[in-house]
Nanobody, 124 residues
Framework: QVQLVESGGGSVQTGGSLRLSCAVSGSTISSYCMGWFRQAPGKEREAVASIYDISTGYADSVKGRFTISKDNAKNTLYLEMNSLKPEDTAMYYC???????????????????WGKGTLVTISS
């Protein structure tokens, strides 16, 4: 059973930075499309960023501010978030799908596994 556990969320001020991590067990992330999704209160879940091998993709709202990466040796996914804005406030979820994704994955198509989320709160 594949398990995803997020960490690194917290509360920062506008303009601050956070680094989210997602530790994966039960399978190797190198064979999965890995992604970060977020859901703000009262809003639909939004795809933030995705990665497969060296191919990455981002939502327009985070391009230039967020960076997705992974360490296959540690079986861990990361999301570096800079220049944070209040509208980035949300629960952030790590996700994995057993397929190759090229560029930005705009929705949870094919996602098989989800973490429980880590809360990010940005104050103005």
């Amino acid at each position: 059973q594949v398990q995803l556990v997020e960490s690194g969320g917290g509360s920062v001020q506008t303009g601050g930075s956070l680094r989210l991590s997602c530790a994966v067990s039960g399978s190797t992330i190198s064979s999965y499309c890995m992604g970060w999704f977020r859901q703000a209160p009262g809003k639909e879940r939004e795809a933030v960023a995705s990665i497969y091998d060296i191919s990455t993709g981002y939502a327009d709202s985070v391009k230039g501010r967020f960076t997705i990466s992974k360490d296959n040796a540690k079986n861990t996914l990361y999301l570096e978030m800079n220049s944070l804005k209040p509208e980035d406030t949300a629960m952030y979820y790590c996700a994995a799908g057993k397929f190759r994704c090229m560029g930005y994955l705009p929705a949870d198509w094919g996602i098989n596994y989800w973490g429980k989320g880590t809360l990010v709160t940005i104050s103005s």
